[in-house]
């Protein structure tokens, strides 16, 4: 308040010019001084966050202090009363223009710092990075209070807005209903923490891919036929999703193995567990071990328990063990045994059966002879 007493007791246009070359003045400043000094500091940081931050923020503050004089002539006393306009008028001119851009210019630095700093932690392969999704309603809400910003500042009412707005709302919610239940999915999901983008996850219906994108609508995934899936985020939202990539990328096998009965039980054990240490695949921690699950009608049933590092290598790495052990137990002579069913099909010899003959008259018949003469 006293430095505006101070430039009101100036000329109106000394103020004028005090004003602006202190303006001026303070962006260079900024710009030659201040951002380059920091520029030399983030350098030498490890991460490019910083620098993300310093490269999106030096446009919007340079201009904050240069057009900061040009809002500040709107407030001096002794240059509105030498402009012969009024006061309102001069503000709306100079005034009101010069504060939008900067609240624009601020808004659209704020924007891009967290859409880069997003894409920067995904390429960085970062394991808690923030999902696509949350650049999306981020853009959402900066643009928002950016709009109402602007209206209050040129004084608008949108008292009128508002009710129109609600009504429109009601007509695109009821047109464009799967859209939103979409996108509230995906936000549901991004707050769930129930994947990231590199994730391998399985669905309910039985379909299994790698997370590429995450969108507001859909998910994207890569199967492992090199097959693009779109999935609603509404669908995933309500349906059972395994990740298999979490809370560790790494997981078990299990590999099934039936054996003779009589076979060396602690040869064949540590036949197992020699198999799936040679095999590359496998980690050595937790080191692999093999169980006795049952005793089967045709063999005794054990299963080989080990790890890999990834869930997409669980498939590789089941063919390379299933091999090995059918080559070894070959070379052991350990006999993977098989069901055998004995079927036996009985058949009657083949006999002639005579045509039976007719009775023999009854000799007490009224029709048989005597020998005598008929009637």
Known sequence: MDALATLDSFAPWEAAAVVVAVSLGAALLAEFVVLRAAQRFVTRTETKLDEIVLAELRVPL?????????????RLDGVVAAVPVSERALEAFFGDPALTLVVVLWAWALNETVNRGVDYLQESGARYDFAPVFSNVWTLVVAVGTVGTVLYIWEIDVTP????????????????????ANFFGGVALYFDDTYRVGDFIELDSGETGTVVKVGVRSTTLLTRDEVMVT??????????????????RRRRVRVPVGV??????DELEELLVDIA????????????RCRFRRFGDSALEYELLCWVAAPTRRAKATHRLNRAIHDRFAEAGIEIPYPQREISVLRDADAAVAPSEPPAPDNGSPHATDGGDGP
Do not use: R
Not at 260 to 265: I, M, P, V
């Open 161 to 180: 807005l508002l009710a129109g707005a609600g009504i429109a709302g009601i007509a695109v919610g009821f047109a464009a209903k799967d859209t939103v």
């Open 231 to 248: 999935v609603p985020n509404s669908v995933l939202n309500a349906t059972k999703v395994i990740n298999q990539s979490a809370p560790s």
């Open 260 to 265: 003779a009965y009589g076979t060396d039980l």
């Open 277 to 288: 240490l040679s095999e590359s695949l496998v980690l050595d921690s937790p080191k692999p």
């Open 62 to 74: 340079v201009a904050s202090f240069a057009l900061a004089g040009v809002f500040l002539l709107t």
